[in-house]
Structures are given as structure tokens and as C-alpha cells.
């Protein structure tokens, strides 16, 4: 994980940066072969050199960008959840639980749907 200290060194809030930490450590322990990388000053995640998903930190929440299939794809669970949304990522806010079953699905879909993909965005 050593890859996203760099990032997680400008990050200024204590309690938001620990919060991105638990997020990236979590998604790296059930996702372990994916590759990881900062890019465009997100940390992100990647299978076979294709874009699975990123995060970035704003003031009230972490957004959350899995690129507009996934977005697409989760719409209605992101609702019942009850994460904003727009075309290219959702919010998960500092005033809500990390819903990581919801993170786990959004990868696992993207993991699949860009198996044959050889581009780094769809």
C-alpha cells in the first residue's frame, strides 16, 4: 500500500484520512491482484492495466469514481443506500458508514465487464 502514502500525506484531516485508509486497506485485502496507483491525484485501482476504480477526497464526503457503466449499473442500490450520485462517481459522506459490500459489488462488476477490455477507460 505503500504506493498511496505520497497521496495520503496531503491529506489534512485526520479523521478523513483515516477514513480513505480503511477504504483503500479494505478494497486491497479482498481484491489483493488488483494493481494500485495514484493518477490525475487519485488513488486507484487496476486489473490488467485496465481502470477498475479511483477515490478522492472533497470536504463532506469521498467520491467514488467507477466510470459511468458502473455508476449506470448500481444506480438503484446507490439510492437504497442512500449515496449521491452523478454520471461518473458516487459519494460516500463523512456522516455515513462505508458501506463496503456496495464497494466489493461495483468492483467485482467492473472486474468482469472489462475482462476483454485493453483500454484503460471503456
Not at 469521498?62 to 452523478?86: C, N, R, W
Request: a negative charge; hydrophobic letters at 40%.
Amino acid at each position: 500500500m505503500a504506493v498511496f502514502d505520497e497521496y495520503l500525506n496531503t491529506l489534512d484531516d485526520g479523521d478523513h484520512k483515516l477514513r480513505m485508509i480503511e477504504i483503500l486497506d479494505k478494497i486491497h485485502q479482498e481484491f489483493p491482484e488488483l494493481g494500485r496507483k495514484v493518477a490525475w491525484n487519485q488513488p486507484m485501482f487496476t486489473d490488467h492495466g485496465t481502470f477498475i476504480i479511483a477515490f478522492s477526497m472533497a470536504k463532506n464526503h469521498i467520491s467514488v469514481a467507477p466510470e459511468q457503466a458502473g455508476i449506470e449499473h448500481f444506480k438503484e442500490l446507490f439510492d437504497h443506500v442512500g449515496y449521491s450520485y452523478t454520471k461518473q462517481l458516487f459519494r460516500i459522506g463523512f456522516d455515513q458508514e462505508v458501506d463496503y459490500s456496495v464497494l466489493k459489488n461495483v468492483i467485482e462488476f467492473n472486474i468482469k465487464d472489462k475482462t476483454d477490455n485493453q483500454k484503460f477507460w471503456r
